[in-house]
């Protein structure tokens, strides 16, 4: 069975600050992984997705994720945090396996704020 | 490109009343979808999700259905509202041969039962 652990449902920073939202998994099948932003009234947007190849990935806005195996874990971090940054962020797993069908199992969500 | 229209954006209806949204997705042909409902500080939960025309299936008991009477259209609907259906739906597609690749997202309908 697939899940998504995000630890702590509201992250505060200073603009500038590093942003760190943190994602552990569980999945029984090699996993691919998924960070999703979603702004005010607005559907989620694909940050950034794992598929297996380089393990630092690196997506839209700055940001980027590492998959680490050993620790079943797909933390995503920005450098410096920027005001448009604050939103709610999503962690998902997909249970495709080495198969191409695949269902996305979401987290909690984390509520990023960023303080000027 | 693929495209995915969700609508209406917003909507208020009174208790009792019957509901109606849709979905439809463009450039593609034979996606997956799925419908997602948001209530406050409780995360995505999947409610409904399809592999083809009228294959539906359900994720959680309730008081929604859902139809998809043609490839590309997804339908979320209700006899009777009740107060606990209000919340953000959401609408996202998935190519069944790169399942593994996500789901896109629709822009929303945010629901208020009043």
């Known amino acids: 069975a697939q899940s998504v652990t995000q630890l702590g449902s509201h992250v505060s920073v200073s603009e500038g600050a590093l942003v760190l939202l943190r994602c552990n998994y569980s999945?029984?099948?090699?996993?691919?992984l998924f960070w999703y932003v979603q702004y005010p009234n607005q559907g989620l947007q694909l940050l950034l997705k794992?598929?297996?190849?380089?393990?630092l990935v690196k997506g839209i806005n700055g940001f980027e994720a590492e998959f680490k195996k050993s620790e079943t874990s797909f933390h995503l971090t920005k450098p410096s945090a920027h005001m448009s940054d604050a939103a709610e962020y999503f962690c998902?797993?997909?249970?495709?396996?080495?198969?191409?069908?695949?269902?996305?199992?979401f987290g909690r969500g984390t509520q990023l704020t960023v303080w000027p | 490109s693929q495209t995915i229209h969700q609508w209406p954006a917003t909507l208020v209806q009174p208790v009792g009343s019957p509901l109606s949204l849709e979905c439809t997705v463009e450039?593609?042909?034979?996606?997956?979808l799925y419908w997602y409902r948001q209530a406050a500080g409780r995360g995505l939960q999947l409610l409904f999700y399809?592999?083809?025309?009228?294959?539906i299936s359900s994720e959680v008991p309730q008081n929604l259905s859902a139809s998809r009477p043609q490839d590309r259209q997804f339908i979320l609907s209700s006899k009777k509202l009740l107060l606990s259906d209000s919340g953000f739906y959401l609408c996202?597609?998935?190519?069944?041969?790169?399942?593994?690749?996500?789901?896109?997202f629709g822009s929303g309908t945010r629901l208020t039962v009043v």
């Open positions: 996202a597609w998935s190519d069944p041969r790169q399942g593994r690749w996500g789901y896109t």
């Open positions: 999945s029984s099948v090699p996993p691919y």
């Open positions: 794992y598929t297996s190849a380089a393990t």
């Open positions: 998902a797993v997909s249970d495709a396996g080495g198969s191409t069908l695949g269902r996305l199992y």
């Open positions: 450039g593609t042909s034979n996606p997956n």
């Open positions: 399809s592999v083809g025309i009228g294959q």
